[in-house]
C-alpha cells in the first residue's frame, strides 16, 4: 500500500509520537473506506465520503488534517509514477471549517491539570501539538513563541535568547530551558529545524515536506 510506504519513508524524520499518531489517523479514517481501492481511482467525492464521518464525529480539525495527510500521499504516488494527481486540492472549501473560540486565562491547579491532559491527547496538526505543550514550560505570550527563531535557541546550554525587538519591553530576556522542553525542542528539529521559524505557516510545512520527496 503506497500510504503505508510513505508513512515508513516519513518515520526516519518523525519522532515515534508522531508518527504513531500519523498511522493511527490512517487506520481509523482513511484505510477502512480508501485503503483498499487503486490510488489512481480515488476521486475527491470518495475522499469527502470518508472525511465526512470524521466530521459527524464533531472532529472537524482531524478531518482538515487527514485531508492534508491524504494529499501529502497522493504527492508522494505523483513523484513515484504511480498517480497523476491529487484530488484532496479539489476539496478546499468542502469541509466545514475550525471554529477557534477564546477562552478566559486559567488559573485553578485541577483545571491546569485537565488543560495539560488535553494537549497531551491533542490529534491535531504535529507543529501545533509542539507548540501547545512548549508554551507551559517556557512561560512566554503565545506571540512570542509563534515567531520564535531557530537561530535563538542553543540546545546545547538549554537557553532561548529572545532578541529585544520582539519583547514588549525592548529589553533581550534570556529563557532557561527545562529538560522537557529541550526534549521537545529536538523532536522538533525535524519537522521545520531547515527553515527559519519554530513554527512556520501548514502551507510552508507542508511545502516543504512535498519538495523534499
Partial sequence: MIAREYLELKSKSLSARTFAKKLGRF???????????????????????????IEE????????????????????????GRAERDPTGDLRGALAPVVVRNHAAITEPV?????????????????????????????????????????????????????????????????PLSRQAVALLRDLQPLTGGGRYLFPSLRVVIGRSATTR
Avoid at 37 to 53: D, E, G, K, V
Avoid at 116 to 144: N, S, W
Avoid at 146 to 160: G, I, N, Q, V, Y
Fill in 27 to 53: 487506520e481509523a479514517f482513511a484505510f477502512p473506506f480508501i485503503g483498499k481501492l487503486p490510488i489512481t481511482s480515488i476521486a475527491a467525492p470518495q475522499l469527502l465520503a470518508a472525511l465526512r464521518r
Fill in 57 to 80: 464525529r464533531g472532529n472537524h480539525e482531524t478531518a482538515h488534517r487527514v485531508r492534508a495527510e491524504c494529499g501529502e500521499v497522493f504527492r508522494y504516488a505523483i513523484a513515484t
Fill in 111 to 175: 483545571k491546569i491539570g485537565q488543560l495539560l491532559r488535553a494537549i497531551d491527547g491533542y490529534q491535531g496538526q504535529p507543529a501545533t501539538e509542539f507548540a501547545l505543550k512548549l508554551l507551559p514550560l517556557v512561560f512566554v505570550r503565545p506571540g512570542e513563541l509563534r515567531a520564535a527563531e531557530w537561530s535563538e535557541f542553543d540546545l546545547e546550554t538549554a537557553e532561548w535568547r529572545i532578541p529585544g525587538s520582539r519583547m514588549k519591553m525592548r529589553e533581550p530576556h534570556v529563557v
